[in-house]
């Protein structure tokens, strides 16, 4: 199994720009969730969605970060307008069963300037 | 308010020592506490986890001690290797809750 896919792994984008960031979870898992890693705010939990449901969103920090996950095999998070307080690393994990482990994909490192 | 408190920040420990590290919560209707180990430029992956119906598991040279009534648990690693170096974060979630909450993070270095 190839695992939690991400691209793209790095991006750096000037501030007011669009950014689109796109994971394929393990083929099979029902799950799906955005994480952001800051020095300052470790891991959190953005959004979580169960069979391409979004289940719970509490965790976007604004009106400009939006998820999508059109189909088991695919999800996006997009930012717009970016702003230079959005750089982190951005994870995508996936899950097989409620209770089960959560797989993290590679990360895509999102710089903005 | 960060739900899982996690020390120390750093470890540096010596070739075959013991590595340990602490986290506590607050919240008793927690009932899942995995370990997940990060290398950089990685995504965290699962090591250990251990749920409030045993003090101890045991994996390998990983072991996760899990005290209820003080609402602590650990992680010891045995015999600790350069490649174990990467780092650690401990977590904490209610039963099919959603978020996962994670610790802040322990980078541990072990010296050859």
């Known amino acids: 199994d190839a695992g939690v896919i991400q691209s793209p792994r790095h991006e750096v984008t000037e501030m007011g720009q669009e950014v689109t960031l796109r994971c394929k979870p393990i083929?099979?898992?029902?799950?799906l969730f955005w994480y952001r890693q800051t020095m300052m705010r470790g891991l959190e939990l953005l959004i979580y969605?169960?069979?391409?449901?979004?289940?719970?969103d509490s965790g976007m920090p604004e009106d400009r970060f939006s998820a999508k996950m059109p189909n088991a095999s695919f999800s996006t998070l997009k930012i717009q307008p970016s702003e230079p307080r959005d750089s982190a690393v951005y994870f995508c994990?996936?899950?097989?069963?409620?209770?089960?482990?959560?797989?993290f994909g590679p990360g895509t490192r999102l710089t903005v300037t | 308010q960060q739900q899982v408190k996690q020390s120390p920040q750093s470890l540096i420990v010596q070739k075959g020592g013991i590595s340990i590290i602490n986290c506590a919560y607050e919240n008793t209707a927690f009932d899942y506490f995995p370990w997940y180990q990060q290398f950089p430029g990685k995504g965290p992956a699962l090591l250990i986890a251990?749920?409030?119906?045993?003090s101890e598991k045991k994996e390998g040279r990983f072991t996760i001690s899990f005290n209820k009534s003080a609402k602590q648990f650990s992680l010891h690693i045995m015999d600790s290797q350069p490649g174990d170096s990467a780092t650690y974060f401990c977590?904490?979630?209610?039963?099919?809750?959603?978020?996962?909450?994670f610790g802040t993070g322990t980078r541990l270095t072990v010296i050859p």
């Open positions: 083929s099979g898992h029902n799950s």
């Open positions: 969605f169960n069979n391409n449901v979004p289940i719970d």
């Open positions: 251990i749920r409030p119906d045993v």
């Open positions: 977590a904490a979630s209610g039963t099919g809750a959603n978020n996962l909450f």
């Open positions: 994990a996936s899950r097989l069963t409620s209770g089960g482990a959560r797989y």
